[in-house]
């Protein structure tokens, strides 16, 4: 079963920049949608942003204009880059793709949704 892994995560100070990244434990087509999700402390998941296997891209009110996601087509290596950082951006980040049969999330208005997630990589704005 392919797994995602993450890693980038950090504390960083508010105003700051980091760079999430999610690497498949082996290779999956370019055909698959990608995301990010996140999920503070007594708050639920939430979707952050998602990239479709054409590359169209939709996002979180909360985070447009400083949230940017990419894919690397060669690897399906995603990436989340993370500018001007504020303290309500502190919470464990999700990769998620659509690797398995079950029910899709579908989130942000995206044209598709994911059903498997990652370990997450804990992002802490101080």
């Known amino acids: 079963q392919v797994q995602l892994v993450e890693s980038g995560g950090g504390p960083v100070q508010a105003g700051g920049s980091l760079r999430l990244s999610c690497t498949p434990s082996q290779y999956i087509s370019n055909s698959y949608c990608m995301g990010w999700f996140r999920q503070a402390p007594g708050k639920e998941r939430e979707g952050v942003a998602i990239?479709?296997?054409?590359?169209?891209?939709s996002y979180a009110e909360s985070v447009k204009g400083r949230f940017t996601v990419s894919k690397d087509k060669a690897t399906n290596t995603l990436y989340l880059q993370m500018n001007s950082l504020k303290p309500e951006d502190t919470a464990m980040y999700y990769c998620?793709?659509?690797?398995?049969?079950?029910?899709?999330?579908?989130?942000?208005?995206?044209?598709?949704?994911?059903?498997?997630w990652g370990q997450g990589t804990q992002v802490t704005t101080l």
């Open positions: 998620a793709s659509d690797l398995s049969d079950g029910p899709l999330v579908v989130v942000l208005g995206a044209e598709c949704g994911v059903n498997t």
């Open positions: 990239i479709d296997a054409d590359g169209a891209t």
